[in-house]
Structure formats: structure tokens, C-alpha cells
Nanobody
Framework: QGRLVESGGGSVQAGGSLRLSCAASEYTYTPKCMGWFRQAPGKEREGVAGIYTGGSITYYAESVKGRFTISQDNAKKTVYLQMNSLKPEDTAMYYC???????????????WGQGTQVSVSS
């Protein structure tokens, strides 16, 4: 069984930045995709960004393109999400995910982290 441990959430004002980290451990294989989803109260969980673990291919949701950047450190088995120019509508619980490429759908995710809260005030 694999584990994903997130860190880096918090509260910021609109226009601010946060960086999320997700460390993977105890995997017997390397998931093809690692990424981030978010879920706001009353809304479905949606894919935000993902990265192909065997290279540098990435995907982003339209709502975060140009503001968020996903990256990885394979040696540390860690994925990062740099979030800039944050907006109140980015407020949600953010979940690290690992699974099939592209992991832009909950149906392609095999493992979830516990979630970290991101709150953006106006």
C-alpha cells in the first residue's frame, strides 16, 4: 500500500502564494501520474494539475493555467504545486493523488492523500 502525505496548505489573501508538497512512500511501483485535486464544500472533486512521473508532461485545469505550476523531485518522490495569484475561488481542500496518466479524473486515481486546506480571502 502506498502513502501520500501532503503539507503546505494555509490561509492567504487574494493575490498571495502557497506551495503544496506531497511525499510518496511505501509504494511497490511508481504511479504513472501524480497530481492534485481539490474539493470545495458542496462541489465535486476536480483535477487541478498532474505530472507524468516518467518525464515532464503536465496537465492543468483551465481555471489554474498560468497561475499554478506542478513539479516533481523523483529522488525525493515528492510532487509540488506552486500556487500564485490565488483567488477566493481557489479555496478548497486540496488532495494529492497518484494513479494512471493523465490523473485528471477521480476514476484514474488509485491513491489519495489526506488533504490539506487552502483558504483564500478577498
Amino acid at each position: 500500500q502506498g502513502r501520500l502525505v501532503e503539507s503546505g496548505g494555509g490561509s492567504v489573501q487574494a493575490g498571495g502564494s502557497l506551495r503544496l508538497s506531497c511525499a510518496a512512500s511505501e509504494y511497490t511501483y511508481t504511479p504513472k501520474c501524480m497530481g492534485w485535486f481539490r474539493q470545495a464544500p458542496g462541489k465535486e472533486r476536480e483535477g487541478v494539475a498532474g505530472i507524468y512521473t516518467g518525464g515532464s508532461i503536465t496537465y492543468y485545469a483551465e481555471s489554474v493555467k498560468g497561475r499554478f505550476t506542478i513539479s516533481q523531485d523523483n529522488a525525493k518522490k515528492t510532487v509540488y504545486l506552486q500556487m500564485n495569484s490565488l483567488k477566493p475561488e481557489d479555496t478548497a481542500m486540496y488532495y494529492c493523488a497518484a494513479g494512471l496518466w493523465p490523473c485528471d479524473s477521480v476514476h484514474r486515481v488509485n491513491y489519495w492523500g489526506q488533504g490539506t486546506q487552502v483558504s483564500v480571502s478577498s
